[in-house]
């Protein structure tokens, strides 16, 4: 669907673009705000120690790596639209560090509102941790958050 979408239609590529960074950022906005409601409820017991238990190996630390650059691979797309920007000497450098510092600060906050409401353990083992930290908090948000999570996936797809 979404390569006859961009086969048909530019614009209708581009609206749908825009559509789910947007929703993308949407269900950022709603992590970070519960965590932030988590925090003045008191739940703020993992960072007080965030480091207890923690195991280091060589081989721990670049599965982190390759799991933490996942979400911030969103850099990569920028070449593709190089040709389409106007000054592209001086937006492209621009683009890009906005992009990391923003994407950086975004999921940094999110993975940090999971643990006020979950475990480490909890978020190691949960198959969708955005919804089982939803639902901890209020049960409905488990249901709007695979949404979400939903289209921002398919926005990647269509990057």
């Not at 480091?51 to 969103?74: C, R």
């Amino acid at each position: 669907m979404l390569t006859l979408l961009n086969l048909l239609s530019t614009r209708g590529s581009v609206i749908w673009q825009n559509g789910t960074f947007y929703g993308k950022i949407l269900s950022l906005v709603l992590l970070i705000s519960l965590g932030i409601y988590q925090l003045t409820r008191g739940q703020y017991g993992v960072f007080v120690s965030p480091f207890e238990n923690t195991q280091t190996s060589v081989k721990k630390l670049s599965i982190a790596f390759y799991i933490g650059l996942f979400p911030y691979s969103g850099w990569n797309y920028l070449s593709n639209a190089i040709e389409e920007l106007k000054k592209p000497e001086k937006n492209f450098p621009i683009a890009i560090m906005v992009s990391i510092i923003a994407s950086t600060i975004l999921y940094a906050l999110a993975y940090s509102a999971y643990f006020t409401a979950l475990t480490p353990h909890d978020v190691m083992t949960a198959d969708a941790v955005a919804v089982t930290f939803a639902e901890n908090i209020y049960r409905p948000f488990g249901f709007i958050m695979p949404i979400l999570v939903s289209i921002s996936a398919l926005g990647a797809l269509n990057g």
